[in-house]
């Protein structure tokens, strides 16, 4: 299987990021085959509702970033959505980047694949559950299924790197892909 893991945390090398590294530590022990990539490294846009994408070849018109992660995404057999929790929902840049992949609806080239989310926040899983049903109302909609989520409590820069428990769900959870 061939991964793709969005990181939706400004913060590299932190809970987000680590989670995410111990979770394709593990799907590699299986032989799938992962790339990890920063969405604070990318420009995205905001969607600007223009309804191309819903037309001839379904694809979006803004010409940015996404246009580099869209074919990492169809190549995809399996997406890690990365983020923190910020406000009881996901960052801004991957909200932006869930926003940007309405041409997945009409173009249907998600459809099949599986998503794993992974979620540090400082609260812990009650805090997830808007997340969490957002994410599953949308995986539906796409013809995505949900294979795994990893709900972490974790606050501090890297303070998940001393944190053996969530460490080992994350790489058994690798395994289970
Ligand atoms: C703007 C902002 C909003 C946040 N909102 C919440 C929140 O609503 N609930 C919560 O439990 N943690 C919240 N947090 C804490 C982060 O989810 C937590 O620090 C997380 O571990 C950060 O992950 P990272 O190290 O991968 O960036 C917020 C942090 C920031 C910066």
Redo the contacts with the bound molecule.
Sequence with gaps: MNILALIG?P?KQ????ILVDKLLEGARQNRHTGEKIYLYDYQISGCIDCRSCKEKDYVCCLQDDMQKIYPKMQNADLLIFGT?????GPTAKMKLLIDRMRPFIASKKLQGKKAVLVV????GPT?CKALLQMFRLSLNYLGMQLAGKLLAT??Q?AEIANNKKELNKAYRLGITL
Excluded: G, H, L
Excluded at 14 to 17: I, L, M, Q, R, Y
Excluded at 120 to 123: D, G, L, V
């Design positions: 945390s913060r932190s809970n987000t990021d923190p929790i910020y406000w009881y540090p926040s400082e609260e805090a974790a606050y820069r």
